[in-house]
């Protein structure tokens, strides 16, 4: 069986991101769910508190004993040279619609003029979850609503104990409910 990559910033995970690692993990012998850094974005969560809350999610949510996560700070095409352990790597990516779509082909020919083996796969999302984003989980949350239902309720506290400390500091702004 062979080993994939699911590469995300994870900033923060939701459960879209946890219905595409146990949908993943059922297709590859070997599933690493790496939290990349991306330049773009400004993070609200380290890459070690990202892949902390990922692996405590996996666990409760039993979502495979074939899943590693990682912190990975290089390009991805770089990360699956090092992994052909079960054959060359593959990337799944999970798609909401044309916009992901979009973004992910382009992704996906950089990573293979990076890496001439590297093959990406797209999984479209649950349509049930397909409106979630990290983005939106965090845009939501700053005008107050209710993002319960985004994300277990560890990362819900997380990000709420998060904006306390920005809120110190004159940046914060989300709450739990309206």
């Not at 459960?15 to 773009?40: P, S, T």
């Not at 400004?42 to 990202?50: I, N």
């Not at 090092?82 to 619609?97: A, C, S």
């Not at 309720?153 to 110190?168: G, K, P, S, W, Y």
């Amino acid at each position: 069986m062979q080993t994939a990559i699911y590469p995300g910033s994870f900033d923060p995970l939701t459960y879209g991101h946890l219905d595409i690692i146990a949908r993943a993990a059922k297709l590859c012998g070997k599933l690493v769910v790496a939290v990349m850094h991306n330049a773009g974005k400004t993070p609200l969560f380290t890459p070690d508190e990202r892949a902390a809350m990922l692996r405590r999610a996996v666990d409760e949510q039993n979502a495979g004993s074939n899943i590693e996560v990682i912190a990975h700070g290089g390009l991805v095409a770089d990360l699956a040279r090092g992994l052909d352990t079960y054959g060359k790597p593959v990337i799944i990516k999970g798609v909401r619609g044309a916009q992901d779509l979009y973004m992910e082909q382009q992704m996906a020919v950089l990573n293979r003029a990076a890496n001439a083996e590297l093959e990406t796969v797209l999984l479209p999302a649950d349509p049930k979850l397909a409106h979630l984003s990290s983005r939106a989980f965090k845009e939501f949350a700053r005008y107050g609503g209710n993002v319960a239902h985004f994300a277990p309720d560890f990362v819900v506290e997380a990000l709420i104990m998060q904006n306390a400390e920005l809120t110190r500091h004159g940046r914060g702004c989300f709450s739990r409910e309206a």
